[in-house]
T-cell receptor, first 112, second 112 residues
Framework: DADVTQTPRNRITKTGKRIMLECSQT?????MYWYRQDPGLGLRLIYY???????NKGEISDGYSVSRQAQAKFSLSLESAIPNQTALYFC???????????FGEGSRLTVL | GDSVTQMEGPVTLSEEAFLTINCTYT??????LFWYVQYPGEGLQLLLK?????DKGSNKGFEATYRKETTSFHLEKGSVQVSDSAVYFC???????????FGKGTKLSVIP
């Protein structure tokens, strides 16, 4: 099994709809991250969590929210999706504060 | 703030050619430096890292040396293969920071 599993892998939705992207891990690490990838922009951090009770905003958190339901699960929500949120979203885990991240395979979201 | 600048792609090379992807950085503190690779349809994975000046990271025939005097961490490989076709990201993390700062990525295509 993969260390980090993201669902769904692909999603097409309409403007204004609520969307949830889910992430689960099998490694038991405390640190979890959500990134967004856009062509030519690299990866940008949306939210991060260092344990179940710790949620922090990244550089582009506007329009997004997260929930850390358990140590193994970290969900990203778009309350009212808009077209410029069309992107590839990655969840990642980090064993220690070393910069060595393990990524899921990504969730491609298209907002029409 | 912290930033990473990579050479723009795409880069197209013939098999067995020499590869260099340039990466320079600015950091507010003492950074660790990383190269991540993203193969088509997959998430990012750590390729190599270096944590202090003059360290050389290496993996799968790729190398990069942490050059503090030139604030650089250029990725090199002596003989590329078709299977090296991917997007390569340079990244940094300042000691004590949660943030992994990515460059915009460089797409490499290797043709037979």
């Amino acid at each position: 099994d993969a260390d980090v599993t993201q669902t769904p892998r692909n999603r097409i939705t309409k403007t204004g709809k609520r969307i949830m992207l889910e992430c689960s891990q099998t490694k038991g690490h405390d640190r979890m991250y959500w990134y967004r990838q856009d062509p030519g922009l690299g990866l940008r951090l949306i939210y991060y969590s260092f344990d179940v009770k710790d949620i922090n905003k990244g550089e582009i958190s506007d329009g997004y929210s997260v929930s850390r339901q358990a140590q193994a699960k970290f969900s990203l929500s778009l309350e009212s999706a808009i077209p410029n949120q069309t992107a590839l979203y990655f969840c990642a885990i980090e064993p220690q504060l070393t910069g060595e991240l393990f990524f899921g395979e990504g969730s491609r979201l298209t907002v029409l | 703030g912290d930033s990473v600048t990579q050479m723009e792609g795409p880069v197209t090379l013939s098999e067995e050619a020499f590869l260099t992807i340039n990466c320079t950085y600015t950091a507010t503190g003492y950074p660790s430096l990383f190269w991540y690779v993203q193969y088509p349809g997959e998430g990012l994975q750590l390729l190599l890292k270096a944590t202090k000046a003059d360290d050389k990271g290496s993996n799968k025939g790729f190398e990069a040396t942490y050059r503090k005097e030139t604030t650089s961490f250029h990725l090199e490989k002596g003989s590329v293969q078709v299977s090296d076709s991917a997007v390569y990201f340079c990244a940094l993390k300042v000691t004590g920071s949660y943030q992994l700062t990515f460059g915009k990525g460089t797409k490499l295509s290797v043709i037979p």
